[in-house]
């Protein structure tokens, strides 16, 4: 009994996203405000990658969350290189009306028609590559996609 109660527990945790291990790496890894995320890749000299997520409903999205976002190989690459920027389209989570806006915007902006897409831009904001399903490979995959996109 008290093993399926765990379980149980467990279960529910993990569907809510309180303890996905990706969740508690959010904050360190992720951006939300696209504008804000220009400024910081111009400063920092840094390749911008948006990811267009459908995060709690989309399979591919949720599989290349975990196949690479969450590793921590992709996470340290990320860091050097790279302002993560999630456009996500939730159906259950809750997000500001302004989040939603922007998202729904740069979705126009940007044409992107299905999740995930993958956008990497230049440090002045210039599209560098695109990239619309699941990326193979997991973080290995990810690096090689960038560093053949970032060549000039």
Known sequence: ???????????????LGACSPAR?????RVQF?????LEQAAKENKLVLLDF???????L?????????????????AKENLVFVEL????????????????????????VLGFPTLILLNSTGEEAARRVGYLEGGPEGFVNWVESAAKP
């Open 61 to 77: 999205c949720i599989r290349l969350e975990g196949d690479t976002f969450s590793k921590p190989e992709f996470r340290e690459f």
């Open 88 to 111: 996500d389209f939730p159906h259950k989570k809750e997000q500001s009306a302004e989040l939603r806006r922007q998202n729904a915007e740069l979705v126009q902006k940007f044409g």
């Open 53 to 59: 997520t459908a995060s709690d409903w989309c399979g």
């Open 33 to 37: 405000d696209y504008n804000a995320a």
């Open 24 to 28: 508690g790496l959010q904050s360190e």
């Open 1 to 15: 009994m008290k093993v399926a109660l765990r379980f149980a527990a467990v279960a529910v945790c993990i569907a």
